[in-house]
């Protein structure tokens, strides 16, 4: 009888407690806590595979990227190669398909370029310069001993890069036959404009074109004249167009010299993306040069038609002009217009003399001639071979 009472005593006072509000908040309390461990195991039971499922789905994506089908190569080649006058070459086939290249195009080459200018801008304290003026030598094998001033001099990366060179460094072959290089580099492409299908293309590596029209805009005058003077039976002083490419290192010097005496007529600038220009490169993205950032010169030499472009790349994006100190590229509003021409027509020709200085790059990238010369013209180097600024590339054969 005792014990019943004693138990439903309890019972009572348990159920008092329950519908009391502290009890029910302590209640509250341990089914949530207890709700947040499950939660707690739950969340730390399924984070690791999902990390792993998505990291693999990635993986995945891009192994599939980089290896397409070829039926895609077949189906979905870049529209650059869709553009050419004829079918893909063999080395076309093998260059990046669309989706490649969209995706490369996710990537801010551009922005990244221009956070990277601001970085070489900055002014650089005097205890951090040698030490990184030399690193950088270092790696990139440049050339002190030809540099005008001292290497402290230098306030930051962005001097250092475009460092003049002190008087006498380089020689000009001054024959008016030879034809000098603008640069110090590397050959990268030479070779004659192929027009015989109509829409004119060059080489960017050995297999690999790029149509003219894309790259200069519309199309040198030679063309035209050409065309009309065949027709009339008129062609006296046979021409051809020819094209060289070369490619500056990072250590290379970093500015750009006029190779002949001419008259500059317009200035053509191509806002555009800004791919890396080394041989892989060249060899993966089709159209490269016409993909990128570029600045042309047009005009005219003794011998014709005559062009001079700088293509800008990775953290490249800044190409100055000497003639043109308030010419900014790679320009946040620009990327607006990318892909577009902004040309400007000087009103009195500008004159470059061999030798002339007339633009810089920021790092280094790349310089493609273009110019019309008597079909006996010869390239007197091959892709691949380093070059000098002021020695001679090529030659009109007597």
């Given at each position: 009888?005792?014990g019943?009472?004693?138990?439903?005593?309890?019972?009572?006072?348990?159920?008092?407690?329950?519908?009391?509000?502290?009890?029910?908040?302590?209640?509250?309390?341990?089914?949530?806590?207890?709700?947040?461990?499950?939660?707690?195991?739950?969340?730390?039971?399924?984070?690791?595979?999902?990390?792993?499922?998505?990291?693999?789905?990635?993986?995945?994506?891009?192994?599939?990227?980089?290896?397409?089908?070829?039926?895609?190569?077949?189906?979905?080649?870049?529209?650059?190669?869709?553009?050419?006058?004829s079918?893909?070459?063999?080395?076309?086939?093998?260059?990046?398909?669309?989706?490649?290249?969209?995706?490369?195009?996710?990537?801010?080459?551009?922005?990244?370029?221009?956070?990277?200018?601001?970085?070489?801008?900055?002014?650089?304290?005097?205890?951090?310069?040698?030490?990184?003026?030399?690193?950088?030598?270092?790696?990139?094998?440049?050339?002190?001993?030809?540099?005008?001033?001292?290497?402290?001099?230098?306030i930051?990366l962005?001097?250092?890069?475009?460092?003049?060179?002190?008087?006498?460094?380089?020689?000009?072959?001054?024959?008016?036959?030879?034809?000098?290089?603008?640069?110090?580099?590397?050959?990268?492409?030479?070779?004659?404009?192929?027009?015989?299908?109509?829409?004119?293309?060059?080489?960017?590596?050995?297999?690999?074109?790029y149509?003219?029209?894309?790259?200069?805009?519309?199309?040198?005058?030679?063309?035209?004249?050409?065309?009309?003077?065949?027709?009339?039976?008129?062609?006296?002083?046979?021409?051809?167009?020819f094209?060289c490419?070369?490619?500056?290192?990072?250590?290379?010097?970093?500015?750009?010299?006029?190779?002949?005496?001419?008259?500059?007529?317009?200035?053509?600038?191509?806002?555009?993306?800004?791919?890396?220009?080394?041989?892989?490169?060249?060899?993966?993205?089709p159209?490269?040069?016409?993909?990128?950032?570029?600045?042309?010169?047009?005009?005219?030499?003794?011998?014709?038609?005559f062009?001079?472009?700088?293509?800008?790349?990775?953290?490249?994006?800044?190409i100055?002009?000497?003639?043109?100190?308030?010419?900014?590229?790679?320009?946040?509003?620009?990327?607006?217009?990318?892909?577009?021409c902004?040309?400007?027509t000087?009103?009195?020709?500008?004159?470059?003399?061999?030798?002339?200085?007339?633009?810089?790059?920021?790092?280094?990238?790349?310089?493609?001639?273009?110019?019309?010369?008597?079909?006996?013209?010869?390239?007197?180097?091959?892709?691949?071979?380093?070059?000098?600024?002021?020695?001679?590339?090529?030659?009109?054969?007597?």
């Amino acid at each position: 009888m005792v014990g019943r009472v004693f138990l439903r005593e309890v019972r009572l006072h348990r159920a008092l407690r329950l519908q009391h509000p502290l009890g029910h908040a302590m209640r509250s309390a341990s089914t949530k806590s207890s709700s947040s461990k499950s939660e707690s195991i739950f969340t730390r039971d399924w984070k690791v595979p999902a990390a792993m499922g998505f990291a693999l789905i990635g993986f995945l994506q891009w192994h599939h990227l980089n290896n397409p089908t070829d039926e895609e190569r077949r189906t979905h080649p870049a529209p650059a190669l869709r553009r050419l006058p004829s079918q893909p070459t063999t080395f076309e086939s093998t260059m990046a398909t669309e989706r490649q290249l969209q995706s490369l195009k996710l990537l801010p080459y551009r922005a990244a370029s221009r956070l990277w200018g601001q970085v070489h801008d900055k002014e650089l304290p005097t205890w951090m310069r040698v030490p990184l003026y030399q690193a950088w030598t270092k790696v990139f094998a440049c050339k002190l001993d030809e540099m005008k001033y001292p290497i402290e001099s230098y306030i930051n990366l962005g001097e250092f890069f475009s460092r003049p060179l002190k008087d006498g460094a380089r020689e000009w072959d001054t024959d008016v036959k030879h034809l000098p290089s603008p640069v110090d580099g590397r050959v990268a492409a030479i070779g004659v404009v192929d027009g015989s299908s109509g829409v004119p293309v060059l080489e960017q590596v050995k297999g690999a074109r790029y149509r003219l029209d894309e790259f200069l805009g519309d199309l040198p005058t030679f063309f035209h004249r050409e065309e009309k003077e065949k027709k009339a039976g008129q062609l006296a002083t046979k021409t051809k167009l020819f094209h060289c490419v070369l490619y500056l290192a990072p250590g290379d010097y970093h500015r750009i010299h006029s190779p002949v005496d001419w008259t500059i007529d317009e200035r053509r600038h191509f806002p555009g993306n800004l791919f890396p220009v080394n041989t892989t490169a060249a060899r993966l993205i089709p159209s490269l040069f016409v993909e990128n950032e570029r600045v042309a010169l047009v005009g005219a030499w003794t011998n014709g038609f005559f062009s001079l472009t700088a293509v800008g790349a990775t953290n490249v994006g800044s190409i100055a002009l000497t003639h043109e100190p308030d010419f900014r590229s790679n320009t946040k509003e620009q990327d607006a217009v990318v892909g577009k021409c902004m040309s400007k027509t000087y009103e009195t020709p500008l004159t470059a003399e061999r030798g002339d200085e007339i633009a810089q790059f920021k790092l280094g990238s790349t310089v493609v001639l273009v110019f019309e010369a008597p079909e006996n013209f010869e390239f007197t180097v091959q892709p691949g071979e380093k070059i000098t600024l002021g020695k001679s590339i090529g030659q009109i054969k007597a």
